[in-house]
């Protein structure tokens, strides 16, 4: 059974760029969050993906977008990139929507300058 | 909204024990708790459900008082490989996990 991983680990784009976030979920798992985690703080939701469509989303503006995939990976869009963007964005997989426990990938360390 | 972690802190001997508490002012219909080493993802350790249904650890147990809107991690007789920032994430009836404050716990040989 393999587990959640993410790509690329690390990444460095200018303000107003745009950048994607990839996740795979853990085998059997049909859900996917992803969260935005600054430096010091616990993680912060920003949305949900079950069975490709959106399932709930967290205090972020529209440029934050995702996708799931027929094969239940996930991506993460961030448009016109801010200095306060820059985090550790993580994925979770959970095997459905209810309350089940989430899985995360190691994440993605982004920084804006 | 953030449901509010205490201690913040907690430094502790080897063999020690410790109680980590989650407080949330909404209604809660599970607590979810991770820890997280430096630099590493959070790592899934206990749920706890309203009506008293739990799943997870087996040296880790907790407690989950859904009329206070509160649950309790308890770590009993701390290892060294204990250390790391607990989180506890609470879900409500939508199920999306608000995470806590979270809580850094050091153990000592």
């Known amino acids: 059974e393999t587990g959640v991983t993410q790509s690329p680990t690390h990444l460095i784009k200018t303000r107003g760029q745009q950048v994607t976030l990839r996740c795979s979920s853990q085998s059997g798992h049909n859900t996917v969050s992803w969260y935005q985690q600054a430096l010091g703080q616990g993680p912060q939701f920003i949305f949900q993906y079950y069975r490709e469509e959106e399932n709930g989303r967290g205090n972020f503006p529209p440029r934050f977008s995702g996708l799931q995939f027929p094969n239940y990976s996930s991506e993460l869009n961030v448009n016109a990139l801010e200095l306060d963007d820059s985090a550790l964005y993580l994925c979770a997989s959970s095997q459905t929507t209810g309350y089940s426990e989430q899985y995360f990938g190691p994440g993605t360390r982004l920084t804006v300058t | 909204q953030q449901p509010v972690q205490s201690p913040q802190a907690v430094i502790l001997r080897e063999g020690e024990d410790a109680v980590i508490n989650c407080s949330s002012s909404?209604?809660?219909?599970?607590v979810h708790w991770y820890r997280q080493k430096h630099g590493e993802a959070p790592v899934f350790l206990m749920i706890?459900?309203?009506?008293?249904e739990q799943k997870g650890h087996d040296k880790i147990s907790a407690s989950f008082n859904e009329k206070k809107q509160q649950s309790s991690l308890y770590l009993t007789a701390s290892q060294l490989s204990y250390s790391g920032t607990y989180f506890c994430?609470?879900?409500?009836?939508?199920?999306?996990?608000?995470f806590g404050t979270g809580t850094r716990l050091q153990v000592f040989p």
């Open positions: 909404k209604a809660l219909y599970s």
């Open positions: 994430g609470t879900g409500g009836y939508t199920d999306k996990l608000i």
């Open positions: 706890l459900l309203k009506g008293g």
